[in-house]
């Protein structure tokens, strides 16, 4: 492909993070070698900002006039540290979607600011977040009552079986009034009707005043399906769901054998 790529996107658990958490040498040479070549970065994930910035900064992704964005697309921030973009989900939404939770172990968790609050149903996943993202859990008693705030997303966390009958129940009930998908086999993302990555990266793209054909994208899970099928080119990782390699241009190594780095040996 000879194409002038202008901008590079790219999730972050199990695409540019191996399975140890870690960015391989080689990945990491690559994107610096076309961030030197003149193409941004965009860090594109659907974790809370403050847990994306740390590898925007390893990547001196702000540094080179680059972006990043959290919460799927709905705060995205550009090299100056302001958010171009930021879009909310009315926390009246959380009522509903704890009382079909009721029957369920899934954990509900909600952000404010850097801040993460989650209800008392704790269970072995709600700490992965907090784990991955370095920010304790504070757990409120009552998180129906507690929110009132303007919420980007909320993220629900049990095991993937329940989670798989929740997300059908919940489309059934609230998806023609908020979009749900899955970020992780453990966490399920209610987030505001239209917002998701693909949005975040036209965002991006509006701001560098280029179109989102100039754009590469990888991802390996749900959420990142509608960045892959936005962008010029959409990678999907070796170890992504099927339905995400069904959705991109073509599939690359594993995020453990450098996909982005060897995709973008071909594509560039």
Known sequence: MNKKYK??????DDTLLNTEKRITPKTKEALLKAQSGGIKLCVASG??????????????VL???GYYFGFNGGAVINCRGERIGAEYLDSKYIKPVCELLSPYNVNVMVHKGDIIYVD???NDYTHIESKAVGLPLNPVDDIVEFVDWKLHKMLLCGEPDELKNVEKLLKDKLGEQVDIYLSAPWFLEVMPKGVN???GLKTVCDDMGITPDEAIAF???YNDISMLKTAGVGVAMGNAEDEVKSSADFV?????NDGIAKALSQIL
């Open 7 to 12: 901008l590079i996107a790219f999730d972050v």
């Open 47 to 60: 974790r809370l900002p403050y847990g994306v910035r740390p590898f925007a900064k390893e990547l001196n």
């Open 63 to 65: 540094e080179n006039g």
């Open 120 to 122: 008392k149903k704790v």
């Open 197 to 199: 990555k693909g949005v």
């Open 219 to 221: 991802g390996d899970s």
């Open 252 to 256: 690359t190594d594993t995020c453990d």
